[in-house]
């Protein structure tokens, strides 16, 4: 906020110095112009002054360049008292000049800095839901018939061991 405060006195500040410079500018040439328009003025009077005495009359007047000096440019005078402080600017002043000081100088910003380098990846996502589970799949054919097998039991005196060996598709037997 400061920084934007002593912006806006500066900007102010350069606004009026412009201003009176131009101020003065005009006023010297408006003053030289002047001047010049007076030496004509005063040339030609003293012609025509001059006809008037040639045709032998006598003018009822002055003489031009005896009433009219040689303009000049006058002399700076002394520095005069300092004025009074002025009112400080208001929050609408101050945002009004900032304003146009930023439209005139790229927004207030530098020119846009080189393109970084990628970052790195993110972390992986968390696993969705599990899906639904599909329609069973038709009957497979039937595998080969086992040649022997083995099974434990609860026995009287504990666990028994059986084996069983494949005769056909249809019997088998145990022991």
Not at 152 to 175: A, I, R
């Amino acid at each position: 906020m400061t920084t934007i405060v002593v912006l806006a006195f500066l900007t102010l500040g350069l606004v009026v110095t412009v201003a009176l410079a131009n101020s003065n500018a005009d006023l010297r040439s408006q003053l030289a112009a002047s001047q010049n328009d007076t030496r004509r003025a005063t040339a030609n009077a003293e012609k025509l002054y001059k006809q008037i005495i040639a045709l032998g009359a006598k003018p009822d007047a002055q003489k031009p360049s005896a009433i009219t000096s040689s303009p000049t440019v006058p002399e700076r005078g002394a520095t005069g008292l300092q004025g009074l402080p002025g009112a400080n600017a208001t929050d609408q002043q101050v945002a009004a000049m900032v304003a146009a000081y930023c439209a005139a100088h790229n927004g207030c910003s530098g020119p846009a800095g080189a393109t970084g380098a990628d970052g790195a990846d993110g972390a992986n996502g968390a696993n969705g839901a599990n899906g639904a589970n599909g329609t069973d799949g038709a009957q497979g054919p039937a595998g080969p018939i086992a040649q022997s097998f083995t099974f434990t039991t609860q026995g009287l005196f504990g666990p028994e061991s059986h084996t069983c060996t494949v005769d056909s598709p249809s019997s088998y037997s145990c022991t």
